[in-house]
């Protein structure tokens, strides 16, 4: 090994650890292409009477479990270690996604839907959330302990790039298990004609879409999940953990062959003057830190991208202008292709340039969307184009660049706690957003859109006043940052 360390380690360690990413995008984006044959099998019960209400709690069910698991993050990353809790993500993704396929286990006649199988399958999908919501706060964390200064934003930026690509995976395996099996009933339900399906009638027409299509959709993700938990067990902890808890020794191991020896040795003393000094309460470094690591989480959300990414067939579809699953599947490769923009800039340009361009970016996008809307005439095609810019905007900007800034904006001894925290309000963010979208939409898209653009521009306006530039700095530069701002304050 050279003293410059094992490029090819480190590459190893994150592939592993941005796997969570890619769970994370495949859960919460697989519900896209299974929630119409779902809706319609629970509209076939004959001892509850399933709501668009219901429906809208159940296709964002899994959210809950991202809040609850982000929340409880930082206590089992800093009790039990980042690996180990990543490992825990992993269970939840797998027993969440054979129980989503297979709601009826043990309990229930298969294929009869009723309310207490419907409580079954949103116990399971909250389950996926936990590890959706766990991964989301301990994959950056993870990648931004083990990373090298140097490397740590386009590392980080992977996560988001799995996250993405997860996404697309996903859109690809609902388009093929799809296929052709669309059938009347699918298309009546498209246009709410809810009256048509019942228990009589789905067990005489046999519906690939309803009976079986949305299972294979959700089973689908046991295959990356259970990859990612036996690969966890192949990585190491992170040395910031290790040092943390009095394992010096092993610490050292892990920097050796990311960094090489003389390296390490300098990172590791780093390291222990600032997570030797004392245990820190979450406020230590005042309370700036903390609001700002929040508001980076709220923004990355109240600006309205994942109603996107949750509603994006229906939203083409009322655009008029063509086949809605091939164009979320073109939104999917541009998000890709934008991702990559952040991943190779983020170290050449810094944060803060890559989120207010960002934000204009899609300021100007939900702009176009509002005004396809609202304008009489205007074609279509302004209003796709208008998602596209607003969504390749996120892809570059918000959607990678937040994280990595998450993952290192907080000194070592709070840094668990105060992640927790910013990505449970990321979650609650979600929510609301996921919540409030069909509503506002169905009400003014003109309306939603314009308000998106709005809080577009108020974020690039926060991180110019707030946000510090971390693009260079070391974890361990951040305690002296915000002990100095403390100071000033």
Same mark, same amino acid.
């Given at each position: 090994?050279?003293?410059?360390?094992?490029?090819?380690?480190?590459?190893?360690?994150?592939?592993?650890?941005?796997?969570?990413?890619?769970?994370?995008?495949?859960?919460?984006?697989?519900?896209?292409?299974?929630?119409?044959?779902?809706?319609?099998?629970?509209?076939?019960?004959?001892?509850?009477?399933?709501?668009?209400?219901?429906?809208?709690?159940?296709?964002?069910?899994?959210?809950?479990?991202?809040?609850?698991?982000?929340?409880?993050?930082?206590?089992?990353?800093?009790?039990?270690?980042?690996?180990?809790?990543?490992?825990?993500?992993?269970?939840?993704?797998?027993?969440?996604?054979?129980?989503?396929?297979?709601?009826?286990?043990?309990?229930?006649?298969?294929?009869?839907?009723?309310?207490?199988?419907?409580?079954?399958?949103?116990?399971?999908?909250?389950?996926?959330?936990?590890?959706?919501?766990?991964?989301?706060?301990?994959?950056?964390?993870?990648?931004?302990?083990?990373?090298?200064?140097?490397?740590?934003?386009?590392?980080?930026?992977?996560?988001?790039?799995?996250?993405?690509?997860?996404?697309?995976?996903?859109?690809?395996?609902?388009?093929?298990?799809?296929?052709?099996?669309?059938?009347?009933?699918?298309?009546?339900?498209?246009?709410?004609?809810?009256?048509?399906?019942?228990?009589?009638?789905?067990?005489?027409?046999?519906?690939?879409?309803?009976?079986?299509?949305?299972?294979?959709?959700?089973?689908?993700?046991?295959?990356?999940?259970?990859?990612?938990?036996?690969?966890?067990?192949?990585?190491?902890?992170?040395?910031?953990?290790?040092?943390?808890?009095?394992?010096?020794?092993?610490?050292?191991?892990?920097?050796?062959?990311?960094?090489?020896?003389?390296?390490?040795?300098?990172?590791?003393?780093?390291?222990?003057?600032?997570?030797?000094?004392?245990?820190?309460?979450?406020?230590?470094?005042?309370?700036?830190?903390?609001?700002?690591?929040?508001?980076?989480?709220?923004?990355?959300?109240?600006?309205?991208?994942?109603?996107?990414?949750?509603?994006?067939?229906?939203?083409?579809?009322?655009?008029?202008?063509?086949?809605?699953?091939?164009?979320?599947?073109?939104?999917?490769?541009?998000?890709?292709?934008?991702?990559?923009?952040?991943?190779?800039?983020?170290?050449?340009?810094?944060?803060?340039?890559?989120?207010?361009?960002?934000?204009?970016?899609?300021?100007?996008?939900?702009?176009?969307?509002?005004?396809?809307?609202?304008?009489?005439?205007?074609?279509?095609?302004?209003?796709?184009?208008? %998602?596209?810019? !607003?969504?390749? +905007?996120?892809? =570059?900007?918000? *959607?990678?660049? /937040?994280?990595?800034? $998450?993952?290192?904006?907080?000194?070592?001894?709070?840094?668990?706690?105060?992640?927790?925290?910013?990505?449970?309000?990321?979650?609650?963010?979600?929510?609301?957003?996921?919540?409030?979208? %069909?509503?506002? !939409?169905?009400? +003014?898209?003109? =309306?939603?859109? *314009?308000?998106? /653009?709005?809080?577009? $521009?108020?974020?690039?306006?926060?991180?110019?006043?707030?946000?510090?530039?971390?693009?260079?700095?070391?974890?361990?530069?951040?305690?002296?940052?915000?002990?100095?701002?403390?100071?000033?304050?």
């Amino acid at each position: 090994m050279s003293d410059k360390g094992s490029k090819s380690y480190l590459f190893s360690i994150v592939l592993v650890a941005v796997l969570g990413g890619l769970l994370f995008g495949y859960d919460t984006a697989v519900i896209s292409g299974a929630e119409r044959g779902l809706q319609a099998f629970f509209m076939g019960a004959k001892d509850f009477t399933y709501t668009t209400f219901l429906h809208g709690f159940t296709s964002s069910s899994a959210l809950i479990g991202c809040i609850i698991g982000s929340a409880f993050s930082g206590y089992f990353a800093n009790k039990y270690g980042r690996k180990k809790t990543l490992f825990i993500a992993g269970i939840c993704f797998f027993l969440s996604a054979a129980g989503s396929y297979y709601p009826e286990f043990l309990f229930f006649e298969k294929g009869v839907p009723t309310k207490d199988l419907l409580i079954a399958f949103n116990l399971y999908r909250v389950l996926g959330g936990l590890g959706v919501g766990t991964a989301s706060a301990i994959c950056p964390m993870y990648i931004a302990e083990i990373a090298p200064a140097e490397r740590r934003g386009a590392l980080v930026s992977w996560n988001q790039f799995a996250i993405i690509f997860g996404q697309l995976v996903v859109y690809f395996v609902n388009l093929v298990i799809l296929g052709d099996h669309i059938a009347p009933k699918m298309e009546a339900l498209a246009e709410g004609i809810n009256e048509i399906v019942n228990g009589a009638a789905l067990a005489a027409d046999g519906n690939w879409s309803i009976t079986t299509g949305w299972r294979l959709m959700f089973g689908s993700e046991c295959v990356p999940a259970a990859l990612f938990t036996i690969l966890i067990l192949l990585v190491p902890e992170t040395p910031r953990y290790l040092a943390m808890t009095g394992k010096g020794d092993k610490a050292l191991k892990v920097l050796t062959k990311i960094n090489g020896e003389s390296k390490a040795q300098q990172i590791l003393s780093d390291i222990k003057n600032t997570v030797t000094e004392k245990k820190e309460k979450l406020l230590t470094y005042g309370g700036l830190v903390i609001f700002i690591g929040i508001m980076l989480s709220v923004f990355q959300q109240i600006v309205g991208i994942n109603a996107v990414l949750y509603y994006a067939p229906r939203i083409f579809e009322s655009l008029g202008m063509g086949d809605p699953m091939f164009q979320t599947v073109l939104m999917g490769v541009v998000n890709i292709s934008f991702t990559l923009v952040a991943i190779f800039t983020v170290e050449k340009l810094g944060r803060r340039p890559l989120l207010i361009t960002g934000s204009l970016g899609m300021a100007v996008g939900a702009l176009g969307v509002a005004l396809a809307d609202i304008v009489p005439g205007l074609p279509g095609i302004i209003g796709v184009i208008s %998602v596209m810019i !607003y969504s390749a +905007s996120f892809m =570059f900007s918000w *959607g990678p660049i /937040c994280w990595v800034l $998450i993952s290192e904006i907080f000194p070592n001894t709070i840094r668990g706690g105060a992640v927790a925290i910013a990505v449970a309000f990321q979650w609650i963010s979600n929510f609301a957003v996921s919540a409030s979208f %069909v509503p506002m !939409y169905t009400w +003014s898209p003109g =309306f939603t859109y *314009g308000l998106y /653009c709005v809080f577009c $521009i108020i974020a690039a306006v926060f991180v110019w006043k707030l946000v510090p530039e971390t693009k260079g700095k070391t974890l361990e530069d951040m305690t002296a940052l915000w002990k100095e701002r403390g100071r000033k304050n």
